[in-house]
């Protein structure tokens, strides 16, 4: 129907909600990662460029021996600077400015390099076309001039040719870094600038690596969150139901329970009342008559079993517990039966030597009603004969089994579903609280049943219980 509204499905919002989180988690920590590590190497890729270029600019002031007239390399490069002008001699200049151009050329792995004037007067290049052009609107020139320090970028190939200077002689396969380069005067100005676009392979490789380890290390610290973060709530959804699905178990127990207390206290008092009628009048009854009164005493005893069966269901069970033997409580419940045996014909496997002395935590009134009710049903599953097999197994991890199997008519499928459930029964005649109250007790102290049955091949009913301390 329209009007009822579904339940809220925790399982499937947080599934949703923490994959978004995580995900949104580990593609920011991947982005904010995989920049400064991109970062942070370019810029240690311009530290070095700049400590080769100034150091080569140094080698060459000290080569060129203009003797004591006080210049720098970098105010010395312009070219519009005659030797006059700079009060040094011609040839020393011109040979100081061809090394140092030489070495532009000969750095590896450049794409163009080119000395600019604080103007944007492209002063040297390694592509000739740009020599002796102004080149405006350089916004890394400016940069440079006015912090004094180097400045590198990083650029993906399609960007190549997007400036003016970018003419390259090699055009970039890849990844390529733009370095400019500050040459310093006497006064510590900015005398020109030294462009260099690079293609450090070797650099370019550790940056495809660091991106693709960082890229999965988010990938898969996040899935790691999501999924612990989903099997969690998988576990308390799971844990969640279980509790419901008792606490209604419960709820249907106390009700069925106290519904059950107040039939059997209803009935027990009529139903003696009638069985006490029916007896006073077999006394006195004819033949005809005696046959009917003697059914009336059987259906009674009948329903007074089942106020019996009420009566235990209903009342709460004990939880005093005490060290019972299990091989001698067997003995017990088997001996309880020895006539029903007998007359059916069954075939009791069972060796009280071979049983391991060990005692469980039980109560042993309540032991015995679990061990009656499980035989019981059992030898009502052979009537006409078979075997009966009862095993103890030796104790582990504080455990103790007891195994108890019947050649009867077993089991369907569904019916093992059911079997548990109160108030239903494949005994004719039955009321279907047995092995419930057996499921009960076993629970209570800490123990549980398993039941395993095929459609005539027969019953296993396991009944494990907690070793009792060992004082």
Same mark, same amino acid.
């Given at each position: 129907?329209?009007?009822?509204?579904?339940?809220?499905?925790?399982?499937?919002?947080?599934?949703?909600?923490?994959?978004?989180?995580?995900?949104?988690?580990?593609?920011?920590?991947?982005?904010?990662?995989?920049?400064?590590?991109?970062?942070?190497?370019? =810029?240690?890729?311009?530290?070095?460029?700049?400590?080769?270029? !100034?150091?080569?600019?140094?080698?060459?002031?000290?080569?060129?021996?203009?003797?004591?007239?006080?210049? $720098?390399?970098?105010?010395?490069?312009?070219?519009?600077?005659?030797?006059?002008?700079?009060?040094?001699?011609?040839?020393?200049?011109?040979?100081?400015?061809?090394?140092?151009?030489?070495? *532009?050329? !000969?750095?590896?792995?450049? #794409?163009?390099?080119?000395?600019?004037?604080?103007?944007?007067?492209?002063?040297?290049?390694?592509?000739?076309?740009?020599?002796?052009?102004?080149?405006?609107?350089?916004?890394? #020139?400016?940069?440079?001039?006015?912090?004094?320090?180097?400045?590198?970028?990083?650029?993906?190939?399609?960007?190549?040719?997007?400036?003016?200077?970018?003419?390259?002689?090699?055009?970039?396969?890849?990844?390529?870094?733009?370095?400019?380069?500050?040459?310093?005067?006497?006064?510590?100005?900015?005398?020109?600038?030294?462009?260099?676009? =690079?293609?450090?392979?070797?650099?370019?490789?550790?940056?495809?690596?660091?991106?693709? #380890?960082?890229?999965?290390?988010?990938?898969?610290?996040?899935?790691?969150?999501?999924?612990?973060?989903?099997?969690?709530? +998988?576990?308390?959804?799971?844990?969640?139901?279980?509790?419901?699905?008792?606490?209604?178990?419960? =709820?249907?127990?106390?009700?069925?329970?106290?519904?059950?207390?107040?039939? %059997?206290?209803?009935?027990?008092?009529?139903?003696?009342?009638?069985?006490?009628?029916?007896?006073?009048?077999?006394?006195?009854?004819?033949?005809?008559?005696?046959?009917?009164?003697?059914? +009336?005493?059987?259906?009674?005893?009948?329903?007074?079993?089942?106020?019996?069966?009420?009566?235990?269901?209903?009342?709460?069970? $004990?939880?005093?517990?005490?060290?019972?033997?299990?091989?001698? %409580?067997?003995?017990?419940?088997?001996?309880?039966?020895?006539? !029903?045996?007998?007359?059916?014909?069954?075939?009791?496997?069972?060796?009280?030597?071979?049983?391991?002395?060990?005692?469980?935590?039980?109560?042993?009134?309540?032991?015995?009603?679990?061990?009656?009710?499980?035989?019981?049903?059992?030898?009502?599953?052979?009537?006409?004969?078979?075997?009966?097999?009862?095993?103890?197994?030796?104790?582990?991890?504080?455990?103790?089994?007891?195994?108890?199997?019947?050649?009867?008519?077993?089991?369907?499928?569904?019916?093992?579903?059911?079997?548990?459930?109160?108030?239903?029964?494949?005994?004719?005649?039955?009321?279907?609280?047995?092995?419930?109250?057996?499921?009960?007790?076993?629970?209570?102290?800490?123990?549980?049943?398993? *039941?395993?049955?095929?459609?005539?091949?027969?019953?296993?009913?396991?009944?494990?219980?907690?070793?009792?301390?060992?004082?």
């Amino acid at each position: 129907m329209d009007g009822i509204r579904k339940p809220f499905n925790l399982r499937k919002w947080f599934s949703i909600v923490s994959l978004a989180v995580t995900g949104g988690a580990a593609i920011v920590s991947g982005a904010i990662l995989s920049n400064f590590f991109v970062t942070e190497a370019i =810029k240690r890729d311009a530290m070095l460029t700049r400590q080769f270029i !100034q150091s080569i600019a140094e080698i060459e002031l000290r080569h060129a021996r203009f003797g004591p007239v006080g210049v $720098s390399f970098g105010a010395i490069l312009d070219e519009r600077l005659s030797a006059q002008d700079l009060g040094l001699e011609p040839e020393n200049l011109a040979r100081a400015r061809q090394e140092f151009f030489d070495h *532009l050329r !000969q750095m590896p792995e450049a #794409l163009l390099a080119t000395v600019f004037a604080t103007d944007g007067y492209v002063i040297w290049s390694t592509n000739p076309l740009l020599i002796g052009k102004t080149l405006p609107d350089n916004d890394e #020139l400016e940069e440079v001039i006015e912090r004094r320090e180097a400045v590198a970028g990083g650029h993906l190939k399609g960007t190549a040719g997007s400036k003016m200077e970018q003419q390259f002689m090699r055009y970039p396969e890849d990844i390529y870094i733009e370095n400019y380069v500050p040459l310093f005067d006497r006064d510590g100005s900015v005398a020109s600038v030294v462009e260099i676009y =690079k293609e450090p392979r070797e650099l370019i490789y550790s940056l495809k690596r660091g991106y693709l #380890l960082i890229w999965l290390a988010a990938f898969l610290s996040g899935a790691a969150v999501y999924l612990c973060l989903r099997w969690i709530i +998988i576990r308390a959804a799971r844990q969640i139901d279980t509790q419901q699905r008792e606490l209604v178990e419960n =709820k249907t127990l106390v009700a069925l329970g106290e519904m059950s207390s107040a039939v %059997a206290h209803g009935l027990r008092n009529p139903l003696a009342s009638i069985r006490s009628s029916a007896e006073v009048a077999l006394e006195v009854a004819d033949p005809s008559t005696a046959k009917n009164l003697t059914d +009336i005493v059987t259906q009674v005893d009948r329903l007074s079993k089942w106020v019996r069966e009420l009566l235990q269901f209903s009342k709460p069970i $004990s939880d005093e517990r005490e060290a019972v033997k299990i091989d001698s %409580a067997l003995n017990n419940a088997l001996s309880t039966y020895e006539v !029903q045996i007998h007359r059916a014909g069954i075939e009791v496997d069972w060796t009280p030597e071979a049983a391991p002395a060990v005692e469980v935590h039980a109560n042993g009134a309540l032991l015995e009603q679990v061990l009656n009710s499980v035989l019981s049903n059992a030898i009502e599953a052979m009537p006409r004969g078979g075997r009966l097999g009862v095993s103890v197994a030796p104790p582990e991890h504080d455990r103790v089994t007891i195994e108890i199997v019947d050649t009867g008519c077993g089991m369907s499928a569904k019916q093992i579903e059911k079997v548990f459930k109160p108030f239903y029964t494949t005994k004719r005649g039955g009321l279907g609280v047995g092995l419930v109250l057996v499921k009960r007790i076993m629970e209570r102290f800490g123990g549980n049943v398993v *039941l395993d049955s095929k459609e005539q091949a027969g019953t296993t009913v396991r009944l494990t219980f907690k070793v009792a301390e060992q004082e």
